[in-house]
């Protein structure tokens, strides 16, 4: 069983999530964060939150002491993720597995991965409230 990413949107005490799969992007965080460096936007994991992956953690041992969610500036998050959509539309090569076919449909998914990303993160924007990527198992 693999993480995923959740968007999760402070709307006061409130927290938004469509509970949408976003695991492709959570597998290729390395490749990700990279393409940010060479796009000079923040990394795709500095916006990573990993209180709830925390909590589910704690129930196993007896940590009393559980993080506190981390919220982000939701146009920066906007700004990486279009900075990342535009890389996997621009340069098709950069995810292409030809050693592993069983890959072949991570670019697709990767792209609709964005593209809902920046759609909750425009509504985000457009109502100035914060966001995290939220890490779930």
Excluded: Q, Y
């Amino acid at each position: 069983m693999g993480n995923t990413i959740w968007v999760h949107v402070r709307r006061g005490a409130k927290i938004e999530c469509n509970e949408a799969d976003h695991s492709t992007m959570c597998h290729m965080e390395r490749r990700l964060d990279r393409i940010a460096l060479r796009r000079d936007v923040n990394l795709l994991t500095k916006f990573f939150d990993d209180s709830e992956l925390a909590a589910e953690f704690a129930e196993f041992e007896d940590d009393e002491s559980l993080p506190e969610p981390v919220w982000f500036d939701s146009t920066a998050g906007l700004e990486t993720t279009e900075a990342l959509l535009a890389e996997v539309t621009e340069s098709p090569d950069l995810f292409t597995f030809a050693d592993d076919p069983t890959r072949s449909h991570w670019r697709s998914k990767l792209t609709e991965e964005l593209e809902d990303c920046r759609e909750i993160l425009k509504r985000a924007v457009a109502d100035g409230l914060p966001f995290h990527f939220a890490i779930i198992m």
